[in-house]
């Protein structure tokens, strides 16, 4: 069995950064995308990014031009370096591992880390 760690959420001023690490231990037989997804309350989770074992990279339209994914396959870790953050960026950021291809569905998703807050105030 995988577990996913995420870190590096935190508080930020809108126009701030923050760099989001997801860490995978444990036995896996490896996955064709792991995503990032945010949620709020009340509301569903929301497909953020994602990279492929390939590294190829997809984006949310709201991500898009602004975060930036990416791994290290060596050390099991994806990242989101999330720039030009607005207050709208701000929810519970989770990291998920998927062997689909529907890598913006978080249905589709096997694995989940426990989550990260992640707040941008105005």
């Known amino acids: 069995q995988v577990h996913l760690v995420e870190s590096g959420g935190g508080l930020v001023q809108a126009g701030g950064s923050l760099r989001l690490s997801c860490k995978a231990t444990?036995?896996?037989?490896?996955?064709?995308?792991t995503g990032w997804f945010r949620q709020n309350p009340g509301k569903e989770r929301e497909f953020v990014a994602a990279i492929g074992r390939d590294d190829s990279t997809y984006y949310s339209d709201s991500a898009q031009g602004r975060f930036t994914i990416s791994s290290d396959f060596a050390e099991n870790a994806v990242y989101l370096q999330m720039n030009s953050l607005k207050p709208e960026d701000t929810a519970v950021y989770y990291c998920?591992?998927?062997?689909?291809?529907?890598?913006?569905?978080?249905?589709?998703?096997?694995?989940w880390g426990q989550g990260v807050q992640v707040a941008v105030s105005s």
């Open positions: 998920g591992q998927t062997n689909y291809g529907l890598f913006s569905d978080w249905k589709s998703y096997h694995e």
């Open positions: 444990g036995r896996s037989g490896g996955s064709v995308f």
